[in-house]
């Protein structure tokens, strides 16, 4: 990667494809008499778009466009380069430093917001942001990334019956902190529409993005609407973006702001969303969260060093009690249930899966003491998570779980009983029941089989590059369990046999019986209710793993 990629990625500086650009601004341009203003023009897509247009309709690009550059060199390529745009009217400046006035108002906004993580998004410019964002009556999380702020401050620019037209990044659909700006839409245009690509719009980025286009700043509130495209080249044949979108559904505003429902919902058939809805009411079914503690493993500071396999035990001679049996990874686990015989296989193919747990305030034997060199020599201790820890070998919160459950997935992600009573860092997030009433860990992990949770995951968790499924430990414990009142005997006699089936890699097969069990029998759901479960599931694992 080069020193240039670096930077932009470090700016959030990606910019936009010239049939996207192409896309917003005809859609935000109308008559060619706006005034249009660019927050982040990058490499000018959208101005040289937005100059084209105007031209089109009669207008004049050098009088009626607005642009703000951060980046000096951007900045200097495009106002030196560009007869499109009169300098006069491109500033070189932090937007978040502008205010509402010290440009005319403006008719459209177009643009791309830079993408920058709130890990690196701090300091003042974070403060400064949250601040315009808190001036324009939105309290934004601090673990907001930079596009939440400058979206809402950028609709700040637009006149009344004005438009805004700008790439987000999906997050916008799932992401916590982007409720505020999702009803923030809602409050302050007529109009909100969100374009979403079942193939990503931005292939070469790991970002996935969605299309924000919001009309009649300042108006009453008529639609929330979303819309499913296949890819970019929808956007070019669409030759007027006013009406020649197909489809759309309507979105319920204050569910999604609320956080009762994502954006992601309405990917799924109608059907298939009221048949999910009225499940999240049922008694018989229940959130992870209500039946269990989802958290995070430990955290070591150096994994290669503190887990240990059979080698450096016996080259050590370290003793068994610093020695706690570890599930480390989701390629450990296969089955429902991880097992002291799973872990021995592991163990005995030279799986450095013992934890090295030892306490702190305490004379250790000499065998300790020479590994403990061993990793001084390895510059152990200034690893950062050891080197704030006194002493610095001491691993805190290390839990025996009820069971594990993978955080990033491809197919699907993993829960299952531990009955090897071993731990795990923090490759697996532990799950601990609040109370075995309803289901012990086995019945659990047998539930998480169902087509019911398996829709659920993808609904609660979000998508990453490469199509992986990551689930937050807040986003797990909102999936939905099935609960149903059934006799023990049978959820165990339905655990052993979907064991051995996932064991003999036959995923399908085990969910098919979970369904029959659980939800046909258990919760008395049709076979077409089933059918539409699974159906809605398949669909959005297929979504995701095509991106």
Not at 73 to 95: C, W
Not at 232 to 250: H, R
Not at 355 to 376: C, E, I, K, N, T
């Amino acid at each position: 990667m080069s020193a240039q990629h670096v930077a932009a990625k470090q700016r959030g500086a990606y910019y936009t494809d010239a049939t996207v650009a192409d896309f917003l601004v005809r859609w935000a341009i109308v008559t060619g008499r706006e005034k249009v203003f660019d927050p982040g023009f990058g490499g000018g897509v959208f101005l040289t778009a937005a100059a084209r247009r105007l031209r089109t309709l009669g207008g004049d690009p050098r009088s009626q466009l607005y642009g703000i550059e951060l980046d000096g060199a951007a900045y200097r390529a495009f106002a030196q380069g560009s007869d499109d745009v009169s300098t006069a009217r491109l500033l070189h400046a932090n937007f978040f430093d502008l205010r509402p006035g010290d440009i005319p108002a403006v008719d459209a906004v177009v643009g791309n917001p830079p993408f920058i993580r709130y890990q690196r998004f701090n300091g003042e410019v974070r403060r400064t942001a949250l601040r315009r964002a808190c001036e324009a009556g939105v309290s934004i999380s601090r673990l907001t990334s930079s596009w939440a702020p400058f979206l809402v401050h950028a609709t700040q620019f637009v006149k009344p019956s004005g438009r805004l037209a700008m790439v987000a990044p999906a997050e916008l659909a799932h992401a916590g902190y982007a409720r505020p700006v999702l009803d923030y839409l809602r409050r302050s245009f007529r109009t909100t529409r969100i374009l979403c690509f079942s193939r990503r719009l931005f292939p070469k980025l790991s970002e996935d993005t969605v299309l924000v286009l919001a009309a009649g700043h300042g108006e009453p509130f008529e639609s929330f609407v979303l819309f499913d495209l296949p890819d970019a080249w929808a956007l070019a044949d669409c030759s007027d973006p006013a009406t020649d979108l197909p489809g759309g559904v309507q979105i319920d505003p204050s569910a999604v702001g609320q956080g009762r429902e994502r954006l992601l919902h309405y990917l799924l058939p109608k059907r298939t969303r009221e048949l999910y809805r009225r499940l999240q009411v049922s008694t018989q079914v229940a959130p992870l969260g209500e039946l269990a503690d989802v958290g995070t493993g430990y955290v070591t500071g150096d994994n290669s060093y503190f887990h240990v396999g059979q080698t450096v035990v016996q080259s050590y001679e370290l003793p068994q009690r610093f020695l706690r049996p570890a599930a480390r990874s989701s390629s450990d686990v296969t089955g429902l249930r991880f097992t002291r015989q799973d872990w021995e296989a592991l163990h005995r193919a030279g799986a450095a899966n013992l934890l090295l747990h030892l306490p702190g305030g305490q004379q250790l034997p000499d065998s300790v003491q020479a590994y403990l060199r061993q990793g001084v020599l390895k510059g152990v201790p200034t690893r950062y998570k050891c080197r704030v820890r006194d002493p610095w070998y001491w691993v805190p919160h290390v839990y025996q779980a009820d069971g594990f459950l993978t955080y990033m997935s491809g197919s699907a992600p993993k829960l299952v009983a531990n009955e090897a009573d071993a731990v795990a860092p923090n490759t697996l997030h532990v799950v601990r029941l609040l109370s075995a009433r309803r289901l012990d860990a086995l019945g659990l992990a047998t539930a998480w089989q169902a087509s019911l949770s398996a829709l659920s995951c993808e609904l609660e968790g979000h998508s990453l590059g490469g199509g992986m499924l990551k689930l937050e430990p807040t986003e797990a414990g909102r999936v939905l369990i099935a609960v149903p009142d059934l006799d023990a005997a049978l959820l165990t006699e339905l655990a052993v046999e979907v064991d051995a089936l996932l064991r003999e890699g036959r995923a399908e097969a085990a969910r098919a019986r979970t369904d029959a069990l659980m939800l046909r029998r258990g919760l008395g759901l049709s076979e077409a209710h089933v059918q539409a479960l699974r159906e809605g599931w398949l669909s959005l694992r297929a979504r995701r793993l095509n991106r």
